[in-house]
């Protein structure tokens, strides 16, 4: 990983820039001048990173309104330049976005946890809910072994207090 | 009538999740309106509330809104994990995700942890 600037300081905001755009990308924000707007060529030239690199990261980042470009015509020759700057401003609400999203999966996730029973597989893990698990028998349909009652209680809760949170914080009744 | 504060105006706002009207909110905390206006300016210029133009039978006022502090998103975190729905590029079968669940166990332990 890379150093930090202060909006990538809040564990969050830095898992989620990394996965979106990995070290390099990271490294782009990190070496991204202050000032100024800059085209992907001379970014790589700065920062000494991959040109495909750069631009793979600003097109990323710009599908997420965290960089514009402004675009620049040469009269004489109709070449096309774009120069581009960061608006990590927009992060914020770049993340609230995606807690939208989540929020709706968690949603999802938790009426299946509350509307079935699970069995679980001693031996390898596998992890089905009654129906299927009566289908085998409840015995596990990858390895043979038998399948015992699993209690999802304790995940239930934890998921249903955490989709809680996220609907009060996103500001949801 | 006892001394309104800012404060004291701006738990009347933040108890109308849909605001509170100016004119409604100088009855509500019994203050003439010059003081009532000064209380919001200030609570404006603090950036506790937000207000906007609004018309009540014709008659200008103000719709006042508690400021709603942005989304806290270490709430996508279990530990240091970032839930895998983020930026992912699998085909979502949200109820059957494996990374899902490895994320919701990290859940139940920080809670067990707390």
């Given amino acids: 990983m890379v150093a930090l600037t202060p909006i990538q300081e809040q564990p969050a905001i830095a898992a989620y820039l990394h996965r979106l755009i990995g070290d390099e990308g990271l490294l782009l924000i990190e070496r991204f001048p202050d000032e100024g707007e800059f085209s992907d060529e001379d970014l790589a030239e700065r920062t000494e990173i991959n040109l495909n690199s750069v631009r793979h990261t600003l097109y990323t980042l710009y599908e997420r309104r965290l960089a514009e470009y402004r675009r620049i015509k040469n009269n004489e020759t109709g070449w096309l330049t774009y120069l ?18 989540v929020l709706e999966k968690l949603r999802t996730r938790e009426r299946f946890e509350e509307e079935n ?30 399948m015992a009652h699993f209690d999802n209680d304790m995940l239930l809760l934890a998921l249903r207090r955490r989709r809680e949170a996220i609907a009060e914080s996103l500001g949801h009744e | 009538m006892t001394v309104k504060t800012e404060d004291d105006a701006f738990e009347v706002i933040r108890s109308h999740r849909r ?40 008659v200008k006022t103000f719709l006042l809104r508690a400021s709603r502090a942005p989304a806290d998103p270490s709430l996508l975190l279990a530990g240091t994990e970032l839930i895998p729905c983020v930026v992912c590029e699998h085909e979502c079968v949200v109820e059957e995700c494996p990374l899902l669940m490895d994320w919701m166990y990290q859940l139940a332990i920080e809670e067990i942890q707390e």
């Fill in chain 1, 84 to 101: 581009w700057h960061l608006r990590l401003d927009n992060v914020p609400a770049a993340l609230a976005e995606e807690m939208e999203a």
């Fill in chain 1, 117 to 146: 029973d699970f069995y679980r597989c001693g031996q390898c893990g596998l992890l089905l809910t009654f129906n299927q698990a009566m289908d085998s028998d409840f015995c596990c349909p990858d390895c043979g072994a038998p």
């Fill in chain 2, 19 to 58: 605001g509170v009207l100016q004119s409604e909110l100088r009855k509500m905390l019994d203050v003439d309106s010059r003081k009532c206006s000064r209380l919001v300016t200030k609570l404006i210029e603090d950036g506790r509330v937000e207000r906007s133009d609004y018309r009540k039978d014709g």
